[in-house]
Structure formats: structure tokens, C-alpha cells
């Protein structure tokens, strides 16, 4: 299955997740008295989200300035390979949140946005969870120079999503990120 063309009862399944993204939540409290949301679409296999060939997938936990909890189903690129890959060629994320790079140690590299045919928003995440910086990244024209986007500082997992999305995943100053992996 190709990751950009999904059948159609999969962008039907996907279109009624967003709906329900939009309007419905449970709420519940953790030891820190915070409220927690459970997002509809943070069981990956239960809503029918494939994980395309050479990706991986797992649930981004976005913990926001007020304490507010919020899961979502990302894709995970935890090798070389994905990591080089990406979203390239991607023009929907079809229901995923975006796509969580993850790096073994620390590292500065730079992104860019070869290929890529969506604007994207790439956070730089510290190995506590912190944001280190945000991008705003832009597609760059066939056979024209991409421009690298550099973190703010080192990081061990980059987080790319739709630019404009980073308020819905409640991404912003004071958040912080883990991401837990799905093991098939």
C-alpha cells in the first residue's frame, strides 16, 4: 500500500476520526491533579491507520504549559533509512498526527524539506522532552537548493507535522513530549 494513496474505505474511516478528533474527548486526572485527554485517534490499530512500509508507529504524548494531556498516533522513523525518507512524496498525513524522527544520542543535524510536497512544522525535543526550537519549514521547487533548518541546541527526537498544527497538538511554550514506540 502506497502511504499517499490510501483505499477509499480508509479515508472514509479517517475522515470520521478527525470529526470525532474535533468534538470528543474523555477526561480523567493523573497523580499531578492535570487533566488528561484521551484523543479518539491514539490507538492506532483501532481506527485502521496502516503504517506505511519502513516506518514504524507509537503515540506522541504532548503534556502542555496548563498540564493538560494529549495523545496522538505518529509515525516513527527510527533508523537511517526512515529518518532519510521521511515525508517525502507524503501530500496527507491521513489521520497521523506527523511523523517522530528518533535518534539514539544527541545530535544538531539539520532538516530540510527535499521532496516534501507539504508545508511542515519540525520541533527539535530535548532528551527530557523539552522543546529546544520550532521551524516552520517550506517546500522547496524541483531542482532549486533546499534550505536546512537548524535546531536551537541538541536534541534526540524531531517531531514534523502539518504547519498550523502545533496548537491542536498542544505543542507550545512549556510542553513537553515522550513518545512511546508500538511494538508489533
Same mark, same amino acid.
Given at each position: ?10 479515508? *472514509? ?12 474527548? *474523555? ?44 495523545? !496522538?498516533?505518529?509515525?516513527?522513523? *527510527? ?16 489521520? !497521523? *498526527? ?13 532538516? !530540510? ?72
Amino acid at each position: 500500500m502506497s502511504f499517499v494513496r490510501l483505499p477509499k474505505r480508509f479515508a *472514509a474511516v479517517l475522515l470520521a476520526t478527525a470529526v470525532l478528533a474535533g468534538a470528543c474527548s *474523555a477526561g480523567g486526572g493523573d497523580s499531578a491533579g492535570s487533566a488528561e485527554t484521551e484523543t479518539p485517534d491514539a490507538e492506532v490499530g483501532a481506527i485502521g491507520l496502516e503504517v506505511p512500509e519502513g516506518f514504524g508507529s507509537g503515540t506522541l504524548t504532548v503534556r502542555d504549559s496548563s498540564g493538560e494531556t494529549l495523545r !496522538w498516533p505518529v509515525l516513527v522513523a *527510527a533508523d537511517r533509512e526512515s529518518r532519510r525518507r521521511g515525508l517525502m512524496g507524503v501530500t496527507d498525513l491521513g489521520g !497521523w *498526527a506527523g511523523m517522530a524522527f528518533v535518534f539514539d544520542t544527541d545530535v544538531t543535524n539539520s532538516f !530540510w524539506m527535499k521532496d516534501t510536497l507539504i508545508p511542515l512544522t519540525v520541533v527539535y525535543v530535548n532528551g527530557d522532552g523539552a522543546v529546544v526550537s520550532t521551524s516552520d519549514m517550506e517546500p522547496c521547487a524541483p531542482g532549486t537548493a533546499c534550505p536546512a533548518y537548524a535546531p536551537g541546541g541538541p536534541y534526540r527526537m524531531a517531531f514534523e507535522a502539518v504547519q498550523g498544527d502545533l496548537d491542536r497538538l498542544g505543542i507550545g511554550t512549556g510542553a513537553i513530549l515522550s513518545l512511546e514506540t508500538t511494538t508489533d
